[in-house]
């Protein structure tokens, strides 16, 4: 059982507590069977429709979206949701976040129509969602996007490559980040919602990775939306995608501390039970400081990660340089700690399937997406150069 005394913490409240309870009782359910550790496209994309919607089901989505304008994300029962669902599944960490993620700019942004049309049923697990924003040209550089939202009478129309979207494929609707105005840069940028079906929409390519989940290219090839599809205002695509970012790097955070209590639990059972020159692993001085390490940068990283989401929630303000720490050292650190488990498992620890070999694979891409590390490091060096912070 991992180490549940940072619900102490007070950062929160009882149900934030309760949320835990409910989770580890369905995760108890069932859920590590489902999907993780597949490489058949076809059960992973099954096994994350079915756990969309146990999750909808079970009500444990309601925290992705915010139905009603003026409401806000709770954006610690996120992390926690990230954290413990990451300990048990991976693949269903990734489809939980997703419905937050390929929805964040309608609950961010989205006018009463836009919500009430794709919202609840997101929460409901009957809607499978998906953000798309990187291409082949743009991925930290997001002012470099290239596909263009051409206005054509009472619509637009997209043209361009979109790449490593998530859930690109199974997805019912993509959040569309595309350039719709002659400024260059960030500035020129705008968000749609884009029906999957949506004539000129085609999901290109699969793109299998080493932690295999739904991922693909999208192809818009003269792709017509209706004005009703823009959210926000023509122009504000930068800062909408920014402000999501600004919520889901924090949970990021937290998938990673999920992963990493995951690597120190499979690592204390297996040093009591492994013995070696004649006792157990256990009672190795080297091993025990492998043990302080590992246990050290994860209440590190989860302070990092519930500071960030406690200063959003409770302070309500701005936490661009909060999120961009959380994300950066929770990831770094749980691939460090996933790499001393595998390391104290010897062979065994890299032997295909075992836990600790597949969280080795499942932790490596979250250093990468939704900003890079490097990215974060800028992003803090900014706000501490502007002040803020400092
Ligand atoms: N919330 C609201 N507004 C924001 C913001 C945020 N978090 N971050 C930036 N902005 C605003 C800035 O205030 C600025 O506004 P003004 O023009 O009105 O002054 C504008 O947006 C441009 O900001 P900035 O100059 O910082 O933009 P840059 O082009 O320098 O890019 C980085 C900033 C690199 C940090 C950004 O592009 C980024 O985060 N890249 C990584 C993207 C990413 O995560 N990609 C992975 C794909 S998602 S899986």
Redesign the pocket.
């Given at each position: 059982m991992a180490d549940t005394s940072y619900l102490g913490w007070p950062f929160f409240g009882e149900p934030h507590r309760r949320l835990v309870r409910e989770l580890e009782q369905f995760a108890a359910g069932g859920l590590s069977d489902l999907g993780h550790g597949s490489d058949d496209d076809a059960a992973i994309d099954a096994a994350c429709r079915e756990i969309v919607r146990r999750l909808g089901q079970a009500g444990l989505l309601n925290h992705c979206c915010v139905p009603v304008a003026g409401d806000r994300f709770d954006v610690r029962s996120l992390a926690l949701s990230r954290d413990v669902l990451a300990r048990h599944n991976p693949l269903a960490d990734f489809a939980f976040a997703m419905q937050g993620?390929g929805t964040g700019p309608i609950s961010l942004s989205g006018d009463e129509r836009q919500r009430a049309a794709y919202l609840p049923a997101v929460m409901r697990g009957e809607r499978i969602a998906a953000?798309a924003?990187?291409e082949p040209q743009a991925?930290?550089?997001?002012?470099a996007i290239a596909t263009t939202a051409t206005k054509d009478g009472a619509g637009y129309v997209l043209n361009g490559t979109k790449t490593?979207i998530?859930n690109g494929g199974i997805a019912d609707h993509y959040v569309v980040f595309a350039r719709s105005g002659g400024e260059k840069?960030?500035?020129g940028l705008s968000a749609f919602i884009v029906d999957a079906g949506t004539p000129g929409l085609q999901v290109a390519a699969r793109i299998r990775t080493i932690a295999p989940h739904p991922l693909a290219t999208l192809v818009f090839d003269g792709c017509r939306v209706a004005e009703s599809a823009l959210l926000g205002a023509p122009g504000e695509g930068?800062?909408i995608?920014?402000?999501t970012?600004?919520v889901f790097?924090t949970t990021v955070g937290a998938a990673a501390l999920g992963l990493a209590r995951r690597a120190l639990e499979e690592a204390l059972r297996r040093i009591r039970e492994r013995t070696v020159f004649g006792k157990p692993l256990a009672e190795y001085q080297l091993t025990q400081a492998k043990i302080g390490d590992m246990a050290l940068a994860i209440d590190a990283a989860a302070l990092l990660v519930y500071r960030a989401a406690w200063t959003r929630d409770v302070l309500q303000r701005?936490v661009?340089r909060e999120a961009a720490m959380a994300k950066l050292y929770a990831t770094e650190a749980a691939q460090q700690v996933i790499d001393m488990a595998v390391q104290l498992f010897g062979g065994t620890g890299v032997v295909s399937g075992v836990t600790v070999e597949t969280l080795y694979r499942d932790i490596r891409a979250l250093r990468i997406?939704?900003?890079?590390s490097e990215?974060q490091k800028?992003?803090i060096a900014?706000a501490v150069l502007s002040g803020d912070g400092a």
């Amino acid at each position: 059982m991992a180490d549940t005394s940072y619900l102490g913490w007070p950062f929160f409240g009882e149900p934030h507590r309760r949320l835990v309870r409910e989770l580890e009782q369905f995760a108890a359910g069932g859920l590590s069977d489902l999907g993780h550790g597949s490489d058949d496209d076809a059960a992973i994309d099954a096994a994350c429709r079915e756990i969309v919607r146990r999750l909808g089901q079970a009500g444990l989505l309601n925290h992705c979206c915010v139905p009603v304008a003026g409401d806000r994300f709770d954006v610690r029962s996120l992390a926690l949701s990230r954290d413990v669902l990451a300990r048990h599944n991976p693949l269903a960490d990734f489809a939980f976040a997703m419905q937050g993620l390929g929805t964040g700019p309608i609950s961010l942004s989205g006018d009463e129509r836009q919500r009430a049309a794709y919202l609840p049923a997101v929460m409901r697990g009957e809607r499978i969602a998906a953000f798309a924003l990187s291409e082949p040209q743009a991925g930290s550089d997001v002012g470099a996007i290239a596909t263009t939202a051409t206005k054509d009478g009472a619509g637009y129309v997209l043209n361009g490559t979109k790449t490593w979207i998530s859930n690109g494929g199974i997805a019912d609707h993509y959040v569309v980040f595309a350039r719709s105005g002659g400024e260059k840069g960030t500035r020129g940028l705008s968000a749609f919602i884009v029906d999957a079906g949506t004539p000129g929409l085609q999901v290109a390519a699969r793109i299998r990775t080493i932690a295999p989940h739904p991922l693909a290219t999208l192809v818009f090839d003269g792709c017509r939306v209706a004005e009703s599809a823009l959210l926000g205002a023509p122009g504000e695509g930068f800062k909408i995608a920014m402000g999501t970012l600004d919520v889901f790097r924090t949970t990021v955070g937290a998938a990673a501390l999920g992963l990493a209590r995951r690597a120190l639990e499979e690592a204390l059972r297996r040093i009591r039970e492994r013995t070696v020159f004649g006792k157990p692993l256990a009672e190795y001085q080297l091993t025990q400081a492998k043990i302080g390490d590992m246990a050290l940068a994860i209440d590190a990283a989860a302070l990092l990660v519930y500071r960030a989401a406690w200063t959003r929630d409770v302070l309500q303000r701005r936490v661009t340089r909060e999120a961009a720490m959380a994300k950066l050292y929770a990831t770094e650190a749980a691939q460090q700690v996933i790499d001393m488990a595998v390391q104290l498992f010897g062979g065994t620890g890299v032997v295909s399937g075992v836990t600790v070999e597949t969280l080795y694979r499942d932790i490596r891409a979250l250093r990468i997406y939704e900003g890079t590390s490097e990215i974060q490091k800028l992003v803090i060096a900014g706000a501490v150069l502007s002040g803020d912070g400092a």
